[in-house]
């Protein structure tokens, strides 16, 4: 009886100190290293802050190895039907209401290309919601591989499609136990990684926008009646071992408030490591669509390597983009960020 009690107490004591405990628990996320203040200054008020989950990069790291087994998943594969199937049914599974939108995108060079986007909604019956997006095809020709070989060859693709996608199924897994104070969109977006081959470079001179089909497609027929969510974040290319997020130039020029809101919470979570406070370059991805033609502001939080020659890693567009390429220190400052950033929303 004596036990209970005290066990009740000190519980009483954690949750009333919901400030401390929070950096407590930030603080436990922190890299080995960086050091925290032992004493802090008491605040004169106390604002309650949000109770953030813990982000568990071994269970998205799993998430990234269960898409790599299925094998490529380049748009009118079985593989990717069945990796397809696999994120509807893990999304349901964690409460949310998933729409798919199934499509025939028609590629730069002719493929009709079978897509499918998959929007899982939490809490849907929410006016103000946030969106978090990744793609999750594989691009089907390892077209930067220092063997020309395998040029036309698909790639494994876990850290371009598997990792973003893996950090979202964390997530969601989260969501289902602890809700947000806003409703959250997750949207996965189909056919990202179909863009000009570069030996096509020449031959289809004239061609644009023949990347992100699956984003263009959705930021043309949303999956609601004027959706409108505060603000999206695309993750793509998170997964990488001692990765830089740059602050990228299409998010900068569409939503600079929110990359420094998301900046500001990876720096207080520790991470500045991971999020460095420079410009990026301008990266053509699913957030230019979401931007420039659903109107809605939405970052981009992509690796750039300013040291390689393009721009992200030497695994980029190669068949090395394997689960070797996948760090959970890495997948952990994107998720615990993002974590923080949505349990943040009131
Ligand atoms: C290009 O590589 C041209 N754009 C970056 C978008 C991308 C490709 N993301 C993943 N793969
Ligand atoms: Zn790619």
Redesign the pocket.
């Known amino acids: 009886m004596l036990h209970k009690a005290y066990i009740l107490l000190i519980a009483f004591l954690l949750i009333s100190c919901g400030s401390s405990s929070s950096n407590d628990t930030a603080a436990a996320a922190k890299p080995a290293g960086e050091s925290t203040p032992l004493v802090e200054s008491v605040p004169q008020v106390v604002e309650p802050r949000a109770i953030v989950p813990q982000f568990n990069a071994d269970s998205a790291y799993n998430f990234v190895a269960r898409q790599v087994a299925f094998g490529p998943r380049v748009p009118g594969t079985v593989t990717h039907r069945k990796c397809g199937d696999y994120l509807v049914s893990k999304l349901r599974s964690y409460g949310a209401e998933v729409v798919t939108q199934d499509i025939d995108l028609k590629a730069y060079n002719g493929d009709l290309l079978k897509s499918r986007n998959i929007i899982a909604r939490f809490q849907p019956e929410k006016m103000e919601r946030v969106m978090l997006c990744a ?1 999750w095809d594989t ?1 089907p020709w390892a077209d930067s591989d220092p063997n020309k070989a395998n040029h036309y060859k698909p790639l494994p693709g876990a850290n ?2 598997g990792s973003g996608v893996g950090v979202l199924l964390e997530i969601a897994r989260q969501l289902a136990d602890v809700p947000t104070t806003v409703g959250v969109d997750i949207i996965l977006f189909d056919a ?2 179909y ?2 081959h570069e030996n096509d470079v020449e031959k289809y001179a004239s061609v644009t926008n023949s ?2 089909l699956g984003s263009q497609y959705w930021s043309r027929h949303p999956h609601e009646f004027a959706y409108g969510p505060k603000y999206g974040i695309l993750l ?2 998170v997964g990488a071992p001692g990765s830089q997020f740059r602050q990228e130039g299409i998010s900068m020029h569409y939503a600079p408030n929110v990359v420094r809101m998301v900046w500001k919470h990876a720096k207080d979570a520790g991470y500045s490591r991971f999020f460095v406070d420079e410009e990026g370059g301008y ?3 699913d957030h230019l669509y979401v931007n420039k033609t659903a109107g809605i502001p939405c970052i981009d939080i ?1 690796n750039c390597d300013p040291e390689s020659p393009n721009g992200f890693g030497p695994y ?2 190669t068949m090395k983009d394997d689960m070797d390429w996948i760090d959970k220190e890495t997948l952990k400052a994107v998720g615990q960020t993002v974590l923080y950033v949505i349990y943040s929303e009131k």
């Open positions: 793609h691009r371009d499609g990202e990684d863009g000009l990347w992100a793509d290319i990266i053509t991805d992509i980029h567009h």
